[in-house]
Nanobody, 124 residues
Framework: QVQLVESGGRLVQAGGSLRLSCAASGRTFSNYVVGWFRQAPGKEREFVAAISWTNGGTDYAGSVKGRFTISRDNAKNTVYLQMNSLQPEDTAVYYC?????????????????WGQGTQVTVSS
């Protein structure tokens, strides 16, 4: 099972940008789908974006499409989430997750490896 370590979360003003990183250890992301999820206080964990490491296919939640971009760096075995035009409603703990295979899924239960999370706070 792949181990995941997220980084990059911090406090940012509305309209600002952040880039989150998800690094793999223990094995490579080859043949995995890597997703980003977020959970705000009192809310359920929700899908943000995902990328298929094998074919580069991506998927985004409607609330972030056009503002967030997910990408991968094969050499660094790392997935990034570039977040632009951040709004207070983007405030949450952001989690990186991985599932084996080629198909992107939006349900947290379909991912079996999770990072510890990184806090993103957007002030108005």
């Amino acid at each position: 099972q792949v181990q995941l370590v997220e980084s990059g979360g911090r406090l940012v003003q509305a309209g600002g940008s952040l880039r989150l990183s998800c690094a793999a250890s223990g094995r490579t992301f080859s043949n995995y789908v890597v997703g980003w999820f977020r959970q705000a206080p009192g809310k359920e964990r929700e899908f943000v974006a995902a990328i298929s490491w094998t074919n580069g296919g991506t998927d985004y939640a409607g609330s972030v499409k056009g503002r967030f971009t997910i990408s991968r760096d094969n050499a660094k075995n790392t997935v990034y989430l570039q977040m632009n035009s951040l709004q207070p409603e983007d405030t949450a703990v952001y989690y990186c997750a991985a599932r084996g295979g080629l198909n992107i899924r939006r349900t947290p239960l379909e991912y079996n490896s999770w990072g510890q999370g990184t806090q993103v706070t957007v002030s108005s």
